[in-house]
T-cell receptor, first 110, second 114 residues
Framework: GENVEQHPSTLSVQEGDSAVIKCTYS??????FPWYKQELGKGPQLIID?????GEKKDQRIAVTLNKTAKHFSLHITETQPEDSAVYFC?????????FGQGTELSVKP | DGGITQSPKYLFRKEGQNVTLSCEQN?????MYWYRQDPGQGLRLIYY???????QKGDIAEGYSVSREKKESFPLTVTSAQKNPTAFYLC?????????????FGEGSWLTVV
C-alpha cells in the first residue's frame, strides 16, 4: 500500500558527529519531500524540504538528498549539537495527502 | 504574527463526554488538517478540509467530527464514540491540499480521559 518508511526509529550520536535519517516512499509520482523537527510537547516545525527536480539541498548544517530512481530521501545533520535532539519526521505526498514517516528520535550526547 | 493557534493546550475529559478542540489560522490557507499523535508514534490523519464547507475523512476518522464554516477555523470534536481518545492532537494548514504544498502545524493540544 501507500506508505512512507523511516529508519532508524532511534539514533544516538556524540556532539559534533553527523546524523543520517532515511525514508523510502512508494508513489513514484511524489514530487515534494519535507522534513520536520518536533521538540517535546510542541508541534512539528519544517526544517528543510526538497522537490523532485533537484537531487540535493543544503541549509547550513542540514542537507537533504533525493534518489528518485530508488524512491528514497535522506536527512543529513552535520556537526550535531545538543539542541538538535528531537524527533524528526519525513513526509511525502501520496494520494493528494501528505503521509508522514514514523519518526526518528535523535539524541545528541554532549 | 501569522500562525496556527490551538486551544486549549491541555484538556481533561470524563468518559462519555464530547469535547471540542479549537484551531484558528490567520495564514489565509485554504486547506486545514487534524492529526493525532500517540506517544512515540507518528502522525495519523483524522480529517482534512480543502475549502470552506467541505471536509473529508482521513485514516482514523471514527469517533471524531469536524466543521469548516469559516476559512480560518477548523474545530475538532472528540465524541464519546472514540474509544481511546487520550492523545496529542495537532492542527495544521497549507495553502492548498498538501501534495506539493508545505504544511504548517500548531502547537498541539493534549487530551486526557479521566
Amino acid at each position: 500500500g501507500e506508505n512512507v518508511e523511516q529508519h532508524p526509529s532511534t539514533l544516538s550520536v556524540q556532539e559534533g558527529d553527523s546524523a543520517v535519517i532515511k525514508c523510502t516512499y512508494s508513489d513514484s509520482a511524489s514530487n515534494y519531500f519535507p522534513w520536520y523537527k518536533q521538540e517535546l510537547g510542541k508541534g512539528p516545525q519544517l526544517i528543510i524540504d526538497i522537490r523532485s527536480n533537484v537531487g540535493e539541498k543544503k541549509d547550513q548544517r542540514i542537507a537533504v538528498t533525493l534518489n528518485k530512481t530508488a524512491k528514497h530521501f535522506s536527512l543529513h545533520i552535520t556537526e550535531t549539537q545538543p539542541e538538535d535532539s528531537a524527533v524528526y519526521f519525513c513526509a511525502a505526498p501520496l494520494g493528494g495527502k501528505l503521509i508522514f514517516g514514523q519518526g526518528t528520535e535523535l539524541s545528541v550526547k554532549p | 504574527d501569522g500562525g496556527i493557534t490551538q486551544s486549549p493546550k491541555y484538556l481533561f475529559r470524563k468518559e462519555g463526554q464530547n469535547v471540542t478542540l479549537s484551531c484558528e489560522q490567520n495564514l489565509n490557507h485554504d486547506a486545514m488538517y487534524w492529526y493525532r499523535q500517540d506517544p512515540g508514534q507518528g502522525l495519523r490523519l483524522i480529517y482534512y478540509s480543502q475549502i470552506v464547507n467541505d471536509f473529508q475523512k482521513g485514516d482514523i476518522a471514527e469517533g471524531y467530527s469536524v466543521s469548516r464554516e469559516k476559512k480560518e477555523s477548523f474545530p475538532l470534536t472528540v465524541t464519546s464514540a472514540q474509544k481511546n481518545p487520550t492523545a496529542f492532537y495537532l492542527c495544521a494548514s497549507s495553502p492548498a491540499l498538501s501534495s506539493g504544498n508545505t504544511i504548517y502545524f500548531g502547537e498541539g493540544s493534549w487530551l486526557t480521559v479521566v
